[in-house]
């Protein structure tokens, strides 16, 4: 190779590197949308870094026009690309690695039962599922909001929160991200405690309130009858996966929960425990 390879080689690497910062470049825009302000720039800041290292590279190497020059550049522009991709905390690469992966989890044995307060009356669901990773890898895997599986229901009788999230084995924590390290092949069985919208339970009392379930355009009386209306309901469920690179989750399995169950007596739970409106 020539000198006059030095240019195909800069641009070639020049455009892997603003191809790798793409997840920055789309941080940026919705850091400026959701007004981030001029600190949003610093996204742009490890691509500027990479373009100058490699650009840099080009004028020292050209200089030099000895026979393995040429060489000598390209393996130098190969290892600015891949230090970038260590680097990065995201690239389109590491997603599509994520993609891949999440596409694998296997969600097995998914089961469902009553969730009881210390005094045995029904608070919510546990639900239950065993997953494996086809790739060691940091992964969030959990079940989605709870909703009635005979049609739609209105927010404060869906189970969008929870109480207690156990997983055996434990994943491997990492520092300052929710994803654990999963091993590869390893059977992990989870456990979620879901608890309907309108209840707020206290831990340390161990006392579930009624929290506030008025909107805009939800009334009272719309919450009595709904309660009314769902004294015996299965739930839709979708366990969903996420990579610690992915943009979005995947459904690993979906369903409808095995157990039937009364919305109107967790609402009475409240008042047999002596709780109130939360506070």
């Not at 195909?8 to 981030?36: E, M, Y």
């Not at 200089?63 to 995201?90: C, D, H, M, Q, Y």
């Not at 309660?227 to 309901?233: G, P």
Request: net charge neutral.
């Amino acid at each position: 190779m020539r000198q006059f390879a030095f240019l195909p080689i800069a641009l070639v690497a020049s455009a892997i590197v603003c191809q790798q910062n793409l997840p920055s470049v789309t941080g940026f825009s919705w850091a400026l949308i959701h007004g981030a302000g001029f600190s949003s720039v610093l996204a742009f800041i490890p691509a500027a870094i990479g373009l100058a290292v490699i650009w840099a590279g080009y004028h020292v190497f050209k200089k030099n026009i000895r026979s393995r020059a040429t060489l000598a550049f390209a393996a130098f522009a190969i290892g600015v690309v891949a230090l970038n991709e260590w680097l990065l905390p995201a690239t389109p690469l590491k997603e599509w690695r994520d993609r891949r992966a999440t596409s694998g989890v296997r969600v097995l044995a998914v089961r469902d039962e009553p969730l009881l307060t210390a005094h045995r009356n029904p608070i919510g669901v546990r639900v239950s599922f065993d997953a494996v990773v086809p790739r060691t890898g940091a992964y969030t895997i959990s079940p989605s909001t709870l909703t009635s599986a005979s049609g739609e229901t209105i927010w404060p009788l869906q189970f969008g929160h929870g109480m207690d999230n156990y997983i055996q084995p434990t994943p491997t924590p990492q520092r300052d991200t929710p994803y654990g390290v999963f091993q590869k092949d390893v059977v992990y069985t989870f456990t979620q405690d879901m608890m309907p919208n309108f209840v707020q339970y206290d831990e340390k009392t161990k006392t579930p309130c009624l929290a506030e379930v008025r909107t805009k355009y939800i009334t009272e009386a719309d919450f009595l009858s709904a309660l009314a209306a769902n004294r015996d309901v299965t739930l839709r469920m979708e366990i969903q996966v996420s990579g610690e690179y992915s943009a979005v989750s995947r459904v690993a399995a979906e369903g409808v929960t095995a157990g039937h169950y009364d919305m109107q007596a967790i609402y009475e739970t409240i008042a047999k425990e002596g709780g109130g409106r939360c506070q």
